[in-house]
């Protein structure tokens, strides 16, 4: 099973990856996605960043959020 760790190690990883993961979006966040390998699954989908991403429950939600802007 993923973990948030393993997310933060991809990079760049698809919303179904960081959802298995744990990740979830944070409510009227905007970020930019593009079309790329995800660091995960290994698949061509749609990226965005580890840090664009809430991890709730782990000690990498504080260290993502230190690069978000609201």
């Given at each position: ?10 990079c ?18 905007v970020a930019t996605w593009?079309?790329g390998?995800c660091?995960m ?9 580890f ?5 709730p ?7 993502a959020?230190f690069?978000?802007?609201?």
């Amino acid at each position: 099973m993923a973990t948030a760790e393993d997310a933060k190690d991809a990079c760049y990883i698809c919303g179904d990856c960081a959802e298995a993961a744990g990740g979830a979006w944070p409510e009227g966040h905007v970020a930019t996605w593009h079309e790329g390998t995800c660091g995960m699954c290994h698949q061509p989908k749609m990226l965005t960043a580890f840090d664009d991403w809430t991890w709730p429950g782990t000690e990498l939600d504080e260290e993502a959020s230190f690069t978000r802007e609201f």
